[in-house]
C-alpha cells in the first residue's frame, strides 16, 4: 500500500511524521511514503529529515499510490484536481484535507467514489491532533481502516457525516489558534501584573496544558471551573469579569465566524 502526499506543508509533513514514528522507521514504511512538492528546498528537507521519496509531479502521485492525500490550500484545490483528474482511476482513494472542500466537490470531479474528508488540526504536529473523517459510503471497512491508522498516528480520529464539518473546522480545526491567543492574553495579563514574560509564559501554557489533562482524564469543564472557584475568592472575581465583557458570546460569535468561513470557502465546489 502506497501513500501519496500531494503538497508537502506543515500538515503533511506532521501525517508523514506520525507514520514514519508509528511504523517504527522501517525501511518499508519510508518506502511506502511519495511526496509531491513544487519547492527544491521544501523536497530536500523532507528527503533528508525522514528518509522518503519526492517529486515534483502531482500525476507521479496519482499513478504510483494507492491513498492520495491533497494536503493543499482550498484556493488552490481546483488547479491541482484539474491537473490530477484524467489520472485518477476508480481504484484509487482520495482524502482531502483542505477546509470547505466537499465530498459532492470531490465526486464530480474525480472518476473515483472511494472519497474522504478529514479536518485535521495543528497539534497534530505533535502527534496531539484531532482528526475528524467524513467518507462516502462505497468503503469497504479494509480500506477505510487503513485511512483511520493514517490519521490514528497523529492524535485521535472521529468519524462524522460531513454536515458537521464546518462545524468541526470552527471547533477544532480553528480551535488551536483561538486557544493560543487566549494564553497571549494570560500571558501579557501575567506581565502587566508583574511577572517577567518567560515566567509568565510558562505559568500560563504549562496551566493549559495541565487544565488539558484533566479534562482528557473524563473530569467535566464546569466541574474543573466550580473545584478551582472558592465563593468571592480570585477566581470568582476574575470570572465575573469575563461575564462583564461577554465571554462567553465572544468565544461563540468566533466559532460561528469560523465556520461561516468554511462555508463560503465550499461554495461553488458542491
Do not use: H, W
Not at 467524513?134 to 469497504?140: M, R
Amino acid at each position: 500500500m502506497k501513500i501519496g502526499f500531494i503538497g508537502g506543508g506543515n500538515m503533511a509533513e506532521a501525517i508523514i511524521k506520525g507514520i514514519v514514528s508509528r511504523g517504527e522507521a522501517t525501511s518499508s514504511v519510508r518506502k511506502g511514503l511519495l511526496v509531491s512538492e513544487p519547492r527544491e528546498d521544501r523536497r530536500q528537507y523532507l528527503e533528508k529529515t525522514y528518509e522518503i521519496e519526492t517529486t515534483a509531479s502531482n500525476k507521479q502521485i496519482v499513478t504510483s499510490c494507492d491513498i492520495i492525500i491533497l494536503a493543499v490550500k482550498p484556493q488552490n484545490m481546483d488547479s491541482v484536481v484539474d491537473e490530477i483528474s484524467e489520472a485518477v482511476t476508480a481504484d484509487k482513494s482520495v482524502v482531502s484535507i483542505a477546509a470547505g472542500i466537499t465530498l459532492a466537490y470531490l465526486s464530480s470531479r474525480l472518476k473515483t467514489k472511494k472519497l474522504v474528508r478529514v479536518m485535521p488540526n495543528t497539534p497534530a504536529l505533535v502527534q496531539k491532533g484531532m482528526t475528524v473523517m467524513s467518507l462516502c459510503e462505497c468503503f469497504s471497512d479494509r480500506d477505510i481502516d487503513v485511512v483511520r491508522e493514517i490519521f490514528m498516528s497523529i492524535g485521535e480520529v472521529l468519524t462524522l457525516p460531513e454536515k458537521y464539518m464546518n462545524a468541526v473546522t470552527a471547533v477544532s480545526g480553528s480551535g488551536p489558534a483561538f486557544i493560543s491567543f487566549f494564553i497571549e492574553a494570560m500571558i501579557e495579563g501575567g506581565i502587566k501584573t508583574g511577572l517577567n514574560k518567560d515566567d509568565a509564559f510558562t505559568l500560563a501554557v504549562q496551566t493549559a496544558v495541565g487544565t488539558a489533562q484533566l479534562l482528557d482524564s473524563g473530569m467535566s469543564p464546569s466541574n474543573l471551573r466550580e473545584m478551582v472557584t472558592s465563593p468571592g475568592g480570585t477566581t470568582a472575581a476574575g470570572l465575573r469579569a469575563f461575564e462583564e465583557k461577554g465571554f462567553k458570546d465572544t468565544v461563540s460569535f468566533a466559532i460561528e465566524a469560523a465556520k461561516n468561513r468554511a462555508d463560503e470557502l465550499g461554495k461553488g465546489r458542491g
